[in-house]
Each structure stands twice: as structure tokens, then as C-alpha cells.
């Protein structure tokens, strides 16, 4: 049975950079191709040289985009399910998923959340990832919350071993 999507933050600053690139680099390059047009005079070539070099910079952030898309890397992101919890690091780039059943402990730290799960196998989620206050907020929330229901379930589960 799949578990149900609780909740998911997303570190989103690259697709607001790529919105920019959209709206900003159509325009650039319609005011360079009537510059061309209209025709470029001596006291221009400054004017007509800073508008090469913008079109450069949406060019390449446009392009960095896609590589970054391709590459995978580019958006870092937790989900909350039912069962489990879902991560990408924009440092590995690599999907990982851990059941929570398997979590032991959850260690919330001020840029770092560390998950011990009970195979003694440690996963790090690095905040410096998320810029947003409140996206860290509510991950360290989220995070507090989960800890709470797993030495919930801990400690109810070592008075029936002790019963």
C-alpha cells in the first residue's frame, strides 16, 4: 500500500531565476535586433555593448538552467508521506528514501538535520539548501514533529517488551 503525500518543501530559487530569463531574455533580444535595424551610431557602441553583454548573461543563465535541470542537481526537496520520507540534496543529486518505521532517531540541528535509522546508516540534510526562513522553519518543524512520534512509539514499545 503507498502512503499519502503529508507535505513537501521545495527549494524553488532556481525556477524564479529561470522566470526572470524567460520574460527578460525575449526582450533583450527584440531591443538588440531593432538596435541592429535601426542602425548604430558612433556615440551608440557603449549603449550597443552593454546590450550584447546582457544578452550574454541571459544566455548563459538560461543555459546553466538546463544543465542544472539535466544534471538533476538543481532542486533539492523533502516530502513527508505516510510511511516514509522522500529527499534530493542538490549536492548528490541522488533521490533517497527512508522508511520511517527504520528511523531510531532524528537529531535537528541549526543548518543540519541528521537521521539515524535502526541499520546505524546516517542521512544528513543539509538546510543551507533552503534560503527561505520559512522553509527551513517548516522543515525543522516537520522534522521536531516526526522525532516526537518516534520516541513515541519507542518508548511504548519498550513497555510492552518490558510487560
Known sequence: ??????????NNKILKGYKFTKIGMPIMLLLLILYIFIGIRRSDIIEFGLMIFGNILFIWSYISYKVKISNNKGMPFIEWWTDKIVFRSSKTGQEREIMINDISNI???????S???EGD?????????????????KIKENFAELSKEINHHVIARNEVIST
Open 121 to 137: 546508516k546516517t542521512f544528513e540534510i543539509n538546510l543551507d539548501e533552503y534560503i527561505e526562513y520559512d522553509q527551513r522553519m
Open 1 to 10: 500500500m503507498e502512503g499519502t503525500l503529508i507535505n513537501k518543501v521545495e
Open 107 to 113: 537529531s535537528i540541528n541549526l543548518d543540519e538535520i
Open 115 to 117: 537521521i539515524l535509522t
